[in-house]
């Protein structure tokens, strides 16, 4: 990200914190947006280009996807472009993950997109991005999962899949 951006992005997220200490709400940042997805860079992140041509990198709320070089990762990304490429997309956006990426509920014709890649196994409920999801939103996730795992689609097809939080980190499995 160019210094300009980084500073567009820090000056956002200020005013945003200023505005919610003042306001005394809870999130820092809450926006919708309606645009084209042009790009997917992973299964769980996609760009989106809204009405003013300006890009959005959004990461997908409540999921984690393999990371590429993982196993099922380019299959992840295939699917979630074959769900969104280049189709008109709605993004309900809260906030901003560590990486300035805004974490949204992303929906294509109606549907939940990254309840559609937990869905056909191609990634997890994310435990640390389900707690800012509605206690209907997680029971979705959480039997989209159960469902995809008792059915071996996807990712849980194979014998061992390696959750992407853990697998990035070198951590032992839980």
Known sequence: M???????????????????LAAGSAPAHADI???????????NTLTLLDATNRRHKIRLAGIDAPELAQDFGQKARTNLSALAFNRQAVADCR??????????LVTVSGKDIGLEQVRNGMAWLYPKFSVDQTPQARADYEQAE??????RFG????????????WRHGLPEE
Do not use: H
């Open 155 to 166: 990712l849980w097809n194979s014998k061992n899949p390696t959750p992407p939080w853990v």
């Open 95 to 104: 906030e901003f993950d560590r990486y300035q990426r805004e974490l949204c």
């Open 2 to 20: 160019c210094p300009a951006m980084r500073f567009r992005v820090f000056l956002k997220n200020l005013y945003c914190l200023i505005f919610s």
């Open 33 to 43: 947006i309606s645009g084209r997805v042009v790009a997917i860079t992973d299964g």
């Open 146 to 151: 159960f469902q995809a795992k008792i059915r």
